[in-house]
Nanobody, 126 residues
């Protein structure tokens, strides 16, 4: 299953962006979708995840209070609303999905996801 991420761009510190991620196939049925990001020269970092069947959302500590996750179950689309952006949020943001029912403690594990989007660049200027 291919994922299509969009919504990245250039924004000033304190600004907002909303990223979207949707599967290219309407027949796909991910149970868990997540956002990761990778800044230049750094490892890929977990940002947020949602488990469709439980209706639950999880956020990394670094983005709590600033980022929110929402989803459109009918479209199987995942959104990442990013507010109060900081230069440290500059990264390529990737969405990922899996048909596996991940336990909460494994949501941050990029290896648990079998499908990935192409990434969308978010640049926050100071």
């Amino acid at each position: 299953v291919q994922l299509q991420a969009s919504g990245g761009g250039l924004v000033q510190t304190g600004g907002s962006l909303r990223l979207s991620c949707a599967p290219s196939s309407r027949t796909s049925s991910p149970t868990t979708m997540a956002w990761f990001r990778q800044a230049p020269g750094k490892e890929r970092e977990y940002v947020a995840a949602t488990r469709f069947s439980f209706g639950t959302v999880y956020l990394a500590e670094s983005v709590k209070g600033r980022f929110t996750v929402s989803r459109d179950n009918a479209k199987k689309t995942l959104y990442l609303q990013m507010n109060s952006l900081e230069p440290e949020d500059t990264a390529v943001y990737y969405c990922a999905s899996t048909r596996s029912a991940l336990i909460v403690s494994n949501l941050h594990n990029s290896g648990a996801y079998e499908s990935w989007g192409q990434g969308t660049l978010v640049t926050v200027s100071s």
